[in-house]
């Protein structure tokens, strides 16, 4: 009689133990994931993810050949949108050295007291990507995938392309580079919520300029359209 009540207790004793750490788990797991969060939106899940448009290859690099008209590539793609974010282009945001882009790169040039040949030449890439404003980046993604974004429309994946930003128009489409790769992401999600932090790019953003390794970094930048 006396065992069988030393046991009751005893078990007693364990459920409540495990009780406790189970909750304990739990909150763990919950703070990790906010803390994870960046500028994500903790909306409901919106389904499959909208299809992006106006990325630019991943990784691209700008400023290692010399571009000129009639030449194509997703390099000219970021020269193009450099000077559109200077209001000397306008259009559509094509892989092609045209002749709308020569004029516009030889207004930069002759801004810049370069040579105003029309010709993207070393010194002229180079001063086109000096001319880009800086600030500091982060990255977040991971622990979040599945849950919608701040702007809505866009579940967060491994395979999005975006960024949080406090105040730009969601759809906002920015051009990025570090460390001389470029891409142009859209505003998706609201963030970073930490002093001197600009912006908050998604892990397949983070990824394509090399950012992600580093973890937080100045990214160079513009913007190429306001969204509404």
């Not at 364990?14 to 009780?19: P, Q």
């Not at 803390?35 to 448009?53: E, H, L, N, R």
Request: aromatic share 6%; with cysteine; net charge positive.
């Amino acid at each position: 009689m006396v065992r069988s009540f030393s046991l009751g207790k005893l078990n007693i004793a364990v459920a409540v133990s495990l009780v406790a750490i189970l909750a304990a788990i739990t909150l763990i797991s919950t703070d990790g994931a906010k803390a994870a969060s960046g500028g994500i939106g903790m909306a409901t899940p919106t389904g499959t993810v909208k299809k992006q448009s106006g990325t630019i290859a991943a990784g691209t690099r700008f400023g290692t050949r010399t571009l000129r008209q009639g030449m194509s590539g997703p390099d000219v793609k970021v020269l193009k949108s450099i000077v559109r974010s200077k209001n000397l282009l306008s259009g559509a945001l094509t892989e092609t050295f045209d002749q709308p882009t020569t004029s516009a790169v030889r207004r930069f040039q002759a801004s810049a007291n370069i040579s105003s040949n029309g010709v993207v030449s070393p010194t002229t890439a180079k001063a086109l990507i000096g001319s880009l404003r800086t600030s500091e980046a982060s990255w977040y993604g991971p622990g979040l995938w599945g849950n919608g974004t701040a702007c809505g429309e866009v579940t967060l994946r491994p395979g999005t392309i975006g960024v949080a930003n406090k105040n730009l128009p969601c759809g906002t489409r920015v051009l990025f580079g570090y460390r001389g790769k470029f891409i142009i992401a859209p505003v998706i999600d609201r963030g970073p919520y930490i002093a001197g932090r600009t912006w908050d790019l998604t892990k397949a953003a983070s990824d394509a300029i090399g950012l992600t390794s580093a973890g937080v970094g100045r990214v160079r930048h513009a913007i190429i359209s306001r969204g509404k």
